[in-house]
């Protein structure tokens, strides 16, 4: 038995290798043509070397969201082969029961969940923090959007809603402005600089502006606009919560997230976004699973030749569709605002009772 499982897990390892490589080079090809645009702009350093780089540096991202549909892809294309060819049915004479394949199949799908959940915790957000160093580096600094970033602190009476434009590499941000609000939630201050950076459990503003507001006598305003060449802010947002908030979350590891949540809550926003992502985060890699269950019951059917192909390409739409259900999903439920977690389950879910049912239909009572 350990001779089969080694010949299974030899051919399933090479063809999801090989997938994985295919879609890994189309995405390269995309990434780089929508880089050329920006290549001599910003800074003549820029150049086609360091575009390649930044391309490669984004490819972990894509590989943390290809591998279950590779894996999807390259266990039917193997059930497939080995059915068409009559091994498995040498397999099945051999001792090969259903259960005794879908416990092999299930042992190889964990592989490939922890491959999965170390590429999207560890090495995607270090690659794509590094692609975005590499392009501030280059080409001045790091942003998000139009408006930049926006954050929010909560300190005893006041509330103050922070925006920042962007971050340089060396970690000083650009563009600050900082509202402060009362307990009424009236703008009592504004505070405005164009560098500041981080000190210890302060902001330095430089070259800063100060505009309060305030009412004297029976609702009289007054403005009062004090200027400084350094202004410090104590508060709890240090360079980690503003560098996760200016990246994507879907980038982000999944111990930030949980941190970036807790800072949301405390200070009353709404985390439902980055909840479902810290959820997805926990059951996409769980997907492998259900794609090698999904891939079993292609090994029990019957090929004619040159049949193999229709039942690949199958397996291709059925991972897209995966992929497509995963996001849609994410979307549905930020909008509808459904419990986090259900919305991240739910594809796996739905994939994971189709898949069973699939085996129990085709394996079990056929």
């Known amino acids: 038995m350990m001779t ?33 645009p920006r290549v001599g702009r910003g800074s003549a350093s820029y150049g086609l070397a360091q575009a390649l780089l930044r391309v490669t540096l984004l490819q972990p991202s ?25 091994e ?18 299930l042992a190889l799908g964990l592989v490939f969940t922890l491959l999965t959940f170390a590429t999207g915790d560890y090495v995607a957000p270090a690659a794509d923090r590094a692609a ?13 959007g139009q408006t930049g970033a926006w954050l929010k602190e909560r300190q005893q009476q006041s509330t103050y809603n922070v925006n920042v434009s962007a971050l340089r590499p060396d970690g000083d941000m650009m563009g600050v402005r900082i509202f ?30 100060r505009t309060d507001f305030a009412a004297v006598g029976e609702g009289v305003p007054r403005v009062t606009k004090t200027r400084s060449p350094l202004l410090r802010w104590p508060n709890s947002i240090n360079q980690e919560m503003v560098s996760v908030a200016l ?42 699973f259900v794609m090698v269950v999904l891939a079993l019951p292609f090994a029990y059917l019957h090929f004619r030749s040159g049949g193999i192909t229709g039942f690949v390409f199958v397996g291709v739409l059925i991972g897209i ?32 009772v189709v898949s069973l049912g699939a085996f129990g239909w085709l394996v079990l009572r056929r």
């Open 247 to 288: 990246l994507k979350p879907d980038r982000m590891a999944t111990l930030d997230l949980f941190h970036y949540i807790q800072h949301l809550e405390e200070n009353g926003q709404s985390s439902q976004r980055y909840e479902i992502e810290f959820w997805r985060k926990v059951f996409y890699p769980l997907s492998c």
């Open 180 to 209: 402060e609000a009362d307990a009424r939630g009236f703008l009592v201050a504004v505070m405005q600089a164009q560098e500041a950076e981080f000190g210890n459990g302060e902001w330095i503003l430089r070259n800063a502006e």
């Open 4 to 36: 089969i499982r080694r010949l299974i897990y030899r051919e399933v390892v090479a063809s999801v290798a090989f997938v994985a490589i295919g879609f890994l080079a189309l995405f390269f090809f995309f990434d780089f043509v929508d880089e050329l």
């Open 321 to 352: 569709s995966f992929f497509l259900l995963n996001n849609v999903f994410g979307y549905i439920g930020n909008l509808r605002n459904w419990l986090p977690w259900l919305t991240a389950a739910a594809p796996g879910l739905i994939y994971s």
């Open 62 to 86: 894509h590989l943390y969201e290809l591998l279950p549909i590779a894996v999807l892809i390259g266990t039917i294309f193997v059930m497939a082969r080995l059915a068409q060819s009559s």
């Open 88 to 105: 498995y049915t040498i397999l099945r004479t051999s001792g090969l029961g259903p259960w005794r394949a879908l416990r092999s199949l």
């Open 132 to 144: 975005q160093l590499l392009r501030a580096r280059l080409q001045g600094s790091i942003s998000v």
